[in-house]
Antibody, heavy 121, light 108 residues
Framework: EVQLVESGGGLVQPGGSLRLSCAAS????????MNWVRQAPGKGLEWVSY????????YYADSVKGRFTISRDNAKNSLYLQMNSLRAEDTAVYYC??????????????WGQGTLVTVSS | SSELTQDPAVSVALGQTVRITCQGD??????ASWYQQKPGQAPVLVIY???NRPSGIPDRFSGSSSGNTASLTITGAQAEDEADYYC???????????FGGGTKLTVL
């Protein structure tokens, strides 16, 4: 059974840092691209970042570029999101999501349960 | 702002058919995928590509696409289908992933 379990969320002051983790199991983690997606309270889904299976390709949403860093450790079946210079508008539930597909078809077929990040003084 | 546009809210009578649409230029090049999200839960993939359903998704859910518009159709909507629905595809560069703003479906 595929499982994605996020951790590392919590309350942090504006300007602070936080590192999220996503532990993967039930599939060959090293062969899948992964993503972080967030959802602010009462708002829609917002894609945050993508990392390819080998970490060779990384993308960020403009809203987090230069502040967030995505990484992975295939030996540990883990995905990470280092979040620096946090702002109130980064307050959200953060989900990790596995990406399937190829060519012109891509989809997020498995999601974690999410971890809440609250940025407030 | 999202590069994929969805109606904010749609309603359907129990047992009737409803179509939720998603518009964006990138849909001319990339297929959409659709996600159902119920309150307090993580999103769930319900349709991907032209019309593919993951295992466990009822066959009342179907997808279609034409030009810059992708559609999710629920044929015979059930009370448990009441949820937020999001489309997802790529941005104009083809690199970034992007979600539509979401459609809140109410089953009357």
């Amino acid at each position: 059974e595929v499982q994605l379990v996020e951790s590392g969320g919590g309350l942090v002051q504006p300007g602070g840092s936080l590192r999220l983790s996503c532990a993967a199991s039930g599939f060959t983690f090293s062969t899948y691209s992964m993503n972080w997606v967030r959802q602010a309270p009462g708002k829609g889904l917002e894609w945050v970042s993508y990392i390819s299976s080998s970490s060779s390709t990384i993308y960020y949403a403009d809203s987090v570029k230069g502040r967030f860093t995505i990484s992975r450790d295939n030996a540990k079946n883990s995905l990470y999101l280092q979040m620096n210079s946090l702002r109130a508008e980064d307050t959200a539930v953060y989900y990790c999501a596995r990406e399937g597909g190829s060519g012109f078809l891509y989809y997020f077929d498995y999601w974690g349960q999410g971890t809440l990040v609250t940025v407030s003084s | 702002s999202s590069e994929l546009t969805q109606d904010p809210a749609v309603s359907v009578a129990l047992g009737q058919t409803v179509r939720i649409t998603c518009q964006g230029d990138s849909l001319r090049s990339y297929y959409a995928s659709w996600y159902q999200q119920k309150p307090g839960q993580a999103p769930v993939l319900v349709i991907y590509g032209k019309n593919n359903r993951p295992s466990g998704i009822p066959d009342r859910f179907s997808g279609s696409s034409s030009g810059n518009t992708a559609s999710l159709t629920i044929t015979g909507a059930q009370a448990e289908d009441e949820a937020d629905y999001y489309c997802k595809s790529r941005d104009s560069s083809g690199n970034l992933r992007v979600f539509g703003g979401g459609t809140k479906l109410t089953v009357l």
